[in-house]
């Protein structure tokens, strides 16, 4: 048999070693496009959302959500990273490319005649059943890993957001509670000039009505300001999509009593950096069965057809690597290191993220309560007090000094509410931060 006669026979060796042979359809699923990574479909939610608020000009808490995660940059970023996984699976099953060799030459005979020599082979490196598996169960632990740190991009996004919609109706809330001192302080205004005109107040009590008055007129621009600043704080994390003049539809009153023990259990089970540690651990997990597997020799099949000076030859070949001096023991133990580094790391964190609850509850049960006692104790008090008030300096039987503490007490009584409400949310964010997970707030209006 010729060299030239062998190599059909070498080719049909060659098509029935394991992925040497042409692909039926179906066979192998299709590799991922080496394109530029293409946008993020608009979610038809978020779509919707932002059609809403431009028609209404009022924006609850899911919809801002849902726009501000539909224009987060960090949408290429996950695809870039679902697209890196995809490609590491793909590189872990696939098989070693064959080897051919080609040897050609002449030889000369004891009889003085020359001839042509040549010798055609091709090797396959078969892996150790399980290597394969095991390469591909590491490569796809990875996507776990990704997706645990997308999802705590994604928390912090929700917790910038959220703060940014309560900062929209606590500065909302504010401004209305500037506009009603604003109007009572003119109202008093006009009590002191009528009574000033009637010669039963001095101009000095005229003069210190006008400057209460000036001074509400001053915080109500300051509010303005804080509002419009609020706007586009929320605007700059929604993509500039929301309209300039827009109103947040909080209940702000929506303080739901929690416990500490909950807390707890819903961090253990949600928090991202608890999820992404592991899907680490579960990953080192899998490099462990990699590394195993990597001790195991492959096995290299062969065929090879040649022709000497006087014979020709064709046969199969058959080898392996005699692990005798290294079986991958050092990569083992790191693998397990890995392991026992990450179950450190996990328990660390837990400690940390224990405390950053427990830190997070006291102050939102604390601002709770502060809340719950100026709306429900205080604020009826001090409004009474200043009807009460403007109706005895009406009637000349106290003075305007009486009249003003009563007006600046039950401001300070609402300034103080609003500020509790404000910590509430601020420590309830920092609680849903901590423990992992977001609390569906109620839309609705403020108090």
Not at 109 to 123: A, K, M, P
Not at 237 to 245: Q, S
Not at 283 to 290: A, F, G, I, K
């Amino acid at each position: 048999m010729s060299t030239t006669r062998a190599l059909p026979l070498v080719a049909a060796l060659l098509a029935a070693l394991p992925g040497c042979g042409p692909s039926r359809a179906g066979d192998n699923p299709p590799a991922p496009s080496v394109g530029p990574i293409a946008a993020v479909r608009p979610e038809p939610a978020a779509a919707q959302a932002e059609d809403d608020v431009l028609a209404g000009g009022t924006v609850t808490t899911p919809q801002a959500l849902a726009i501000a995660h539909r224009h987060h940059p960090t949408h290429a970023l996950f695809a870039a990273n679902r697209r890196a996984v995809a490609a590491h699976v793909l590189q872990a099953q696939a098989w070693d490319n064959p080897e051919g060799e080609i040897e050609l030459g002449r030889a000369t005979t004891n009889d003085g005649e020359r001839r042509g020599v040549g010798r055609l082979s091709v090797r396959q490196r078969i892996p150790w059943p399980g290597k394969r598996s095991a390469r591909t169960n590491a490569a796809q632990a990875e996507g776990a890993v990704a997706e645990s740190e997308a999802r705590n991009v994604e928390l912090e996004l929700a917790g910038e957001v959220t703060a940014a919609v309560i900062d929209i109706a606590i500065d909302h809330q504010a401004l209305a509670q500037a506009r009603a001192a604003q109007a009572i302080a003119r109202e008093v205004l006009g009590v002191v000039e009528r009574r000033l005109a009637a010669g039963e107040a001095t101009k000095a009590d005229a003069l210190r009505a006008r400057v209460e008055s000036l001074q509400a007129d001053q915080a109500a621009m300051a509010f303005q300001s804080d509002l419009a600043a609020s706007r586009a704080s929320l605007n700059a994390l929604c993509g500039g999509v929301l309209p300039e003049v827009f109103t947040a539809a909080v209940a702000l009153d929506n303080l739901p009593v929690t416990s500490l023990e909950a807390a707890h259990a819903t961090a253990e089970n949600q928090h991202p950096q608890f999820l992404r540690l592991q899907a680490i651990l579960r990953l080192r997990q899998c490099e462990v069965e990699r590394e195993r597997a990597a001790a195991y020799p492959d096995v290299t099949l062969g065929a090879f057809s040649g022709r000497e000076t006087d014979s020709r030859a064709v046969g199969l070949t058959l080898g392996m690597d005699i692990p005798l001096w290294n079986r991958n023991q050092g990569g083992i133990e790191s693998a397990f290191a890995e392991i026992a580094r990450t179950q450190a790391d996990l328990a660390v964190q837990q400690a940390k993220v224990f405390r950053e609850v427990d830190g997070a509850w006291r102050d939102y049960e604390k601002a709770r309560i502060l809340a719950e006692r100026y709306a429900g104790e205080l604020r009826p008090v001090s409004k009474e007090a200043l009807r009460l008030a403007l109706g005895s300096y009406q009637a000349g039987e106290t003075s305007l000094l009486d009249l003003l503490d009563a007006r600046r007490t039950a401001q300070g009584v609402e300034s103080a509410l609003l500020d509790a409400v404000r910590q509430a949310h601020a420590a309830r964010i920092r609680l849903d931060l901590a423990t992992g997970s977001f609390a569906e707030l109620s839309a609705g209006t403020t108090p």
